[in-house]
């Protein structure tokens, strides 16, 4: 089992820039994979952005490449979310996720944080 703590958050002008921070305990280290999901509303999560911690290979979701940058933060295995150049569909409540593979990340085989709210206008 892992814990998960977002920070950041809030909201921003079209074109403007967020960091979210997710802080990670427990069950998690080198060879695991964090990233982020994001929930609009009456629409289901969906993956964002991953990292494979310890290797720094990533993925992102077609609409945030060139815009979202993912990367981590040894040891205190925290995992950084740079949003740039928002635009008003990537508001949502994005959730730090962490699984043992990419593959158990994509099918939200994950434990996950609570949370924090990003609204783009």
């Known amino acids: 089992h892992v814990q998960l703590v977002e920070s950041g958050g809030g909201s921003a002008q079209a074109g403007g820039s967020l960091r979210l921070s997710c802080a990670a305990s427990?069950?998690?280290?080198?060879?695991?994979?964090m990233g982020w999901f994001r929930q609009r509303l009456g629409m289901e999560r969906e993956p964002v952005a991953a990292?494979?911690?310890?290797?720094?290979?990533?993925y992102y979701v077609n609409s945030v490449k060139g815009r979202f940058t993912i990367s981590q933060a040894s040891p205190a295995n925290t995992v950084s979310l740079q949003m740039d150049t928002l635009r008003p569909e990537d508001s949502a409540r994005y959730y730090c996720?962490?699984?043992?593979?990419?593959?158990?990340?994509?099918?939200?085989?994950?434990?996950w944080g609570q949370g924090t709210q990003v609204t783009v206008s």
């Open positions: 990292i494979w911690l310890g290797y720094a290979q990533t």
């Open positions: 427990g069950d998690i280290g080198t060879g695991k994979w």
């Open positions: 996720a962490a699984a043992s593979t990419l593959t158990d990340f994509m099918r939200k085989r994950n434990d």
